[in-house]
């Protein structure tokens, strides 16, 4: 489930759509649910989401993550407009992000993303050498290296961190990204428990009104079970609706 690379169409010819599309764009990458349990050992899944706007249906997201090596994991989601004004014209991401996984520490290796609306192709894609401190890139068709002293996870791995962070205690914390060629920091706070479940709020500057408030489910391993994401007077909502655990 995502919060992260926002894009514009400048295809669509109506401002209502085009506002509802980054809308619907805004969560559907940080949407795919990650699994961990509670010995930091990673486990594999399969799981759909369903993304509403405005509590109307408006697409489905499929997620996978599968194991292709000791420490290394292949995370793939599909999402696709199945409702409304996604569906109308052809909404669909893929986002592939694969990375190591050691003492608790992730690295990505290499991440792509393919956004298709109507005739309409936008792509994003980097990859980084584990221990390194560069990343090479292609962004709006043009190469670029970037130098970071942080270690710059792909915002397609922002689900997953937060369930990361809170399945080891930890209750306020910051991530790096990558997003488009920039690096960015994002900041949360965990707000409300239960038995079950943690509400961690995302920290924005208060001059924005934009609020996201992800729920994660510690029972039976750490995933992110929903989303809820406002922006002004947008509410998109992503929700788990199938989750299946692949055997060790």
Avoid at 45 to 63: P, Q
Avoid at 80 to 104: D, M, P, W
Avoid at 155 to 164: G, N, V, Y
Wanted: with cysteine; glycine share 4%; charged share 20%.
């Amino acid at each position: 489930m995502g919060l992260l690379n926002l894009s514009t169409w400048h295809y669509v010819h109506s401002k209502c759509l085009v506002s509802f599309i980054l809308s619907l764009s805004i969560l559907i990458i940080p949407a795919s649910v990650y699994s961990e349990t509670l010995d930091s050992e990673i486990q594999p899944f399969k799981a759909t989401y369903e993304v509403y706007r405005k509590d109307k249906l408006s697409g489905e997201i499929n997620s996978q993550l599968i194991k292709t090596g000791p420490n290394h994991y292949r995370l793939t989601d599909v999402t696709k407009g199945t409702s409304g004004l996604a569906s109308f014209v052809n909404f669909e991401r893929t986002e592939i992000t694969s990375f190591e996984y050691s003492k608790q520490q992730v690295e990505v290796i290499n991440h792509s993303q393919i956004q298709k609306i109507a005739f309409k192709t936008k792509s994003f894609e980097f990859s980084h050498v584990p221990d390194s401190k560069y990343y090479e890139g292609i962004y709006k068709g043009k190469e670029f290296v970037l130098h970071s002293q942080q270690n710059l996870l792909s915002s397609h791995l922002l689900p997953w961190q937060l369930a990361h962070k809170i399945c080891n205690q930890q209750n306020n914390f910051s991530l790096d990204f990558l997003k488009s060629n920039t690096p960015r920091t994002y900041y949360f706070e965990a707000r409300a428990f239960d038995n079950h479940k943690t509400l961690i709020e995302r920290l924005y500057d208060e001059s924005l009104n934009k609020r996201t408030a992800t729920w994660v489910n510690h029972d039976n391993g750490c995933y992110v079970s929903e989303i809820d994401h406002y922006d002004n007077n947008e509410h998109i909502r992503t929700v788990l609706t199938d989750i299946e655990f692949y055997k060790k």
